[in-house]
């Protein structure tokens, strides 16, 4: 896979509505990352490379972007995103009840404001420490109830970008409307769709299938 040398927002769109689902960084499946499908020149390029294609690919709604995969950052496309979300929200329900009642918490200011900045989110839910803020998030995100809609960036006088995005919260609900959202089907079919579009995808197809279901663990 990474031979596809992204070169552009639009390139990596296409390799995520073609494969389902694409890391951002390096995983248990070798080659299968934004990070190692991209040009090398540009992956640390904060004005040209896919730290500013993130926002612009999850502008467009084609895919969702978020902390999905062992905490760290991937994308879904809309194909495979209500079944993560139907096979995750199981899972979540099954964690500790206490941390569920304290993420759900959290997670209610998200619902009442469709969207919100990071900084903006943690201050109504009245967080001190950003590590304890992050790691609910992250557990949201893992859970298939909050996604990323978008990076926003502060300027300068002269219209010169400041800095590294800050991350725009909202629900997939209010980003891509209820109907992703499965009433129909059971979260271990859920499971087993994405495991097979993965798996018989030609670039993943001589992959262990232990490996896909290593990667989809919460």
Request: hydrophobic share 40%; net charge neutral.
């Amino acid at each position: 896979m990474a031979s596809l040398q992204l070169k552009s927002a639009d390139e990596l769109e296409r390799a995520v509505l073609d494969v389902g689902i694409l890391p951002y960084f390096a995983c248990c499946i070798e080659g299968y990352s934004v990070e190692e499908m991209c040009v090398p020149d540009l992956l640390w390029d904060l004005d040209a490379g896919p730290w500013i294609w993130k926002g612009d690919v999850a502008r467009r709604c084609t895919c969702a972007y978020g902390k999905f995969l062992h905490r760290k950052a991937a994308y879904i496309s809309l194909e495979l995103l209500p079944h993560f979300i139907n096979y995750r929200r199981y899972i979540y329900c099954c964690g500790n009840p206490a941390d569920i009642k304290r993420d759900r918490e959290l997670l209610k200011y998200l619902q009442d404001n469709e969207s919100l900045l990071s900084r903006e989110w943690k201050k109504l839910g009245g967080f001190v420490k950003k590590s304890i803020f992050d790691n609910i998030v992250t557990r949201l995100q893992m859970g298939g109830y909050v996604v990323i809609a978008d990076f926003e960036y502060r300027y300068d006088a002269k219209g010169d970008r400041q800095g590294i995005g800050v991350a725009r919260y909202t629900t997939p609900e209010a980003l891509f409307g209820n109907d992703i959202i499965l009433h129909d089907v059971l979260p271990t079919q859920s499971l087993e769709i994405i495991v097979n579009r993965l798996k018989y995808h030609p670039l993943l197809s001589k992959i262990d299938t232990n490996d896909i279901y290593k990667l989809l663990k919460i």
